[in-house]
């Protein structure tokens, strides 16, 4: 079978397949055809330095136009691609680094000096090649290597399953851990999901957010194999966001609800300066995006663009939330993805066949992770008759929809009673004068745990703890609004906008470890 790229270049040839288009006026930009040539060269540069098929090949870098090759290129030589946050503090990214058993590291020359301070912590790393840039002390220089090498297509005898991705999962909670997906999948389960999201091959896509995530990276696959157009935003700016749809008339993308909320907080007058009109694919996904941002972002754009999906690192795209629901079931994320099947435990280990109880989701897919690497202990923790599980709690209505309540690890339980801060949080987010909200429980003698909740207020509201507690009494039952609140400039997150929700309990619990999760 062809690869999918060489396929796409001899079909697309000098369409563009990329476009690094960078505020300060440099644009790069590179064809099907160059795409495929400069990932040939490369899949050879990893061959030459010893990589076999099943190796790990780990690449750090912001959003550019090598790092996408690089991820062919390890297809291309049935090696692992293993993306690196280049956010990472020095210890993160050794551990990262030392645990996917990477072989060769490719990466931006911004990090060079990241990886000669931390090659120590990897011994099984055999180099380091650099890019776009000079290379450090006892580092390769990509350039230098390619230079002459063959760009016809790359023939390694492997089995499909030695290639992929292995893609660490966020670490709110713990350490990251490795989840393994081969390339080998259900390209028909694929297929059913962009028909159901309209993406055409003439669509152009931008990339909103980095793609060492699964987001950002899965969904730009999806674009690549559409031929598309996709236009690389190298870090995620707000007006220079605005002025690539309205350059480039871009009409598919993938948003975390950070980013979409830094846009709709943009002035009026900064909104109006590009055109928006463009945008007819907009899929909402890496966290919640509680029902006031939706309504925000379809003030703003167009009415019939807002899709959303839920799903994970692990598990992959699990339901859909198409547009014409979007006003009319706040707070679900649509009903169960094409070949995907959804099964909710309840806490006695029964299957909730009942709408509107709460369960522990569980998933079946050929869609899902293979693994955690070094850690199938945990797979199988989370594995229950075939099914598997990140440890969302969930619960669907009369209509099939599904709804998140939280995390399980998130789950407050009050003088026994449990309370879902993605409740509460969603209930907060809809005072106006509220930006976001992180929810979570904080030590009581009385109850065991109590509601507290953190939050962002709009600049110069004067918002003050009683007056949203006193909204909050107008939405949430009495156990459930917030007996504390704290306001901060900002909140926490991961690269991907998941709130670290460890960090913000960690001062509450110090003296109660078993909590921190």
Same mark, same amino acid.
């Given at each position: 079978?062809?690869?999918? !790229?060489?396929?796409?270049?001899?079909?697309?040839?000098?369409?563009?397949?990329?476009?690094?288009?960078?505020?300060?006026?440099?644009?790069?930009?590179?064809?099907?055809?160059?795409?495929?040539?400069?990932?040939?060269?490369?899949?050879?540069?990893?061959?030459?330095?010893?990589?076999?098929?099943?190796?790990?090949?780990?690449?750090?870098?912001?959003?550019?136009?090598?790092?996408?090759?690089?991820?062919?290129?390890?297809?291309?030589?049935?090696?692992? /691609?293993?993306?690196?946050?280049?956010?990472? &503090?020095?210890?993160?990214?050794?551990?990262?680094? @030392?645990?996917?058993?990477?072989?060769?590291?490719?990466?931006?020359?911004?990090?060079?000096?990241?990886?000669?301070?931390?090659?120590?912590?990897?011994?099984?790393?055999?180099?380091?090649?650099?890019?776009?840039?000079? *290379?450090?002390?006892?580092?390769?220089?990509?350039?230098?290597?390619?230079? $002459?090498?063959?760009?016809?297509?790359?023939?390694?005898?492997?089995?499909?399953?030695?290639?992929?991705?292995?893609?660490?999962?966020?670490?709110?909670? $713990?350490?990251?851990?490795?989840?393994?997906? &081969?390339?080998?999948?259900?390209?028909?389960?694929?297929?059913?999901?962009?028909?159901?999201?309209?993406?055409?091959?003439?669509?152009?896509?931008?990339?909103?957010?980095?793609?060492?995530?699964?987001?950002?990276?899965?969904?730009?696959?999806?674009?690549?194999?559409?031929?598309?157009? /996709?236009?690389?935003q190298r870090t995620f700016d707000a007006e220079d966001w605005l002025r690539l749809v309205d350059k480039y008339r871009v009409t598919a993308t993938f948003s975390?609800?950070?980013?979409?909320?830094?846009?709709?907080?943009?002035?009026?007058?900064?909104?109006?300066?590009?055109?928006?009109?463009?945008?007819?694919?907009?899929? *909402?996904?890496?966290?919640?995006?509680?029902? *006031?941002?939706?309504?925000?972002?379809?003030?703003?754009?167009?009415?019939?663009? !807002?899709?959303?999906?839920?799903?994970?690192?692990?598990?992959?795209?699990?339901?859909?939330?198409?547009?014409?629901?979007?006003?009319?079931?706040?707070?679900?994320?649509?009903?169960?993805?094409?070949?995907?099947?959804?099964?909710?435990?309840?806490?006695?280990?029964?299957?909730?066949?009942?709408?509107?109880?709460?369960?522990? !989701?569980?998933?079946?897919?050929?869609?899902?992770?293979?693994?955690?690497?070094?850690?199938?202990?945990?797979?199988?923790?989370?594995?229950?008759?075939?099914?598997?599980?990140?440890?969302?709690?969930?619960?669907?209505?009369?209509?099939?929809?599904?709804?998140?309540?939280?995390?399980?690890?998130?789950?407050?339980?009050?003088?026994?009673?449990?309370?879902?801060?993605?409740?509460?949080? @969603?209930?907060?987010?809809?005072?106006?004068?509220?930006?976001?909200? *992180?929810?979570?429980?904080?030590?009581?003698?009385?109850?065991?745990? /109590?509601?507290?909740?953190?939050?962002?207020?709009?600049?110069?509201?004067?918002?003050?703890?009683?007056?949203?507690?006193?909204?909050?009494?107008? @939405?949430?039952?009495?156990?459930?609004?917030?007996?504390?609140?704290?306001?901060?400039?900002?909140?926490?997150?991961?690269?991907?906008?998941?709130?670290?929700?460890?960090?913000?309990?960690?001062?509450?619990?110090?003296?109660?470890?078993?909590?921190?999760?």
């Amino acid at each position: 079978m062809p690869d999918m !790229l060489t396929a796409l270049a001899e079909q697309l040839g000098d369409k563009p397949a990329l476009i690094d288009d960078r505020p300060d006026g440099d644009s790069l930009r590179w064809s099907y055809a160059e795409l495929e040539a400069n990932a040939n060269r490369l899949a050879r540069v990893f061959l030459t330095q010893g990589v076999r098929p099943g190796d790990k090949v780990l690449w750090c870098g912001k959003n550019a136009l090598w790092p996408v090759a690089c991820g062919h290129a390890a297809r291309k030589a049935a090696a692992v /691609s293993v993306p690196l946050n280049y956010r990472l &503090t020095d210890e993160e990214a050794a551990y990262v680094t @030392h645990n996917s058993d990477a072989k060769i590291a490719f990466i931006d020359a911004e990090y060079a000096a990241l990886f000669r301070r931390i090659r120590g912590e990897a011994p099984q790393l055999a180099h380091v090649i650099v890019f776009d840039g000079a *290379a450090d002390e006892g580092q390769l220089n990509a350039a230098e290597l390619m230079a $002459g090498v063959e760009d016809g297509p790359v023939q390694v005898e492997a089995d499909l399953a030695t290639a992929g991705t292995m893609i660490y999962t966020s670490g709110t909670t $713990g350490k990251p851990k490795g989840a393994v997906r &081969t390339s080998a999948g259900d390209p028909t389960q694929l297929a059913k999901m962009l028909e159901i999201f309209g993406w055409r091959p003439d669509d152009t896509y931008l990339t909103t957010g980095p793609l060492y995530h699964s987001g950002p990276g899965g969904f730009l696959s999806f674009a690549q194999l559409m031929g598309n157009t /996709s236009i690389l935003q190298r870090t995620f700016d707000a007006e220079d966001w605005l002025r690539l749809v309205d350059k480039y008339r871009v009409t598919a993308t993938f948003s975390a609800p950070t980013p979409i909320r830094r846009i709709c907080q943009l002035p009026d007058a900064v909104l109006g300066r590009y055109k928006r009109d463009s945008l007819r694919l907009l899929v *909402a996904n890496a966290a919640p995006w509680s029902y *006031a941002l939706k309504l925000e972002y379809l003030e703003r754009f167009p009415e019939r663009s !807002l899709f959303e999906v839920y799903g994970s690192t692990e598990l992959g795209v699990n339901t859909i939330m198409t547009p014409e629901f979007q006003r009319g079931k706040p707070g679900s994320c649509g009903r169960p993805a094409p070949g995907v099947e959804i099964r909710l435990y309840a806490e006695n280990g029964g299957v909730v066949d009942q709408p509107h109880q709460p369960g522990e !989701l569980f998933v079946r897919s050929a869609g899902m992770f293979r693994s955690y690497h070094k850690a199938h202990d945990k797979f199988l923790e989370d594995r229950r008759d075939g099914w598997q599980t990140v440890g969302d709690i969930a619960y669907f209505d009369e209509d099939g929809f599904y709804y998140i309540c939280d995390r399980k690890k998130d789950m407050i339980i009050s003088g026994g009673v449990n309370i879902y801060p993605a409740e509460v949080e @969603h209930a907060l987010e809809n005072h106006p004068d509220v930006l976001e909200a *992180a929810v979570f429980g904080i030590p009581s003698e009385e109850w065991g745990e /109590s509601v507290h909740a953190v939050l962002v207020a709009r600049p110069a509201s004067g918002l003050e703890a009683a007056a949203v507690q006193n909204f909050a009494r107008e @939405h949430l039952a009495g156990y459930k609004i917030p007996r504390t609140l704290a306001f901060v400039d900002e909140i926490p997150k991961t690269g991907s906008g998941k709130i670290l929700k460890r960090e913000l309990r960690a001062p509450f619990w110090k003296d109660q470890s078993a909590h921190l999760g």
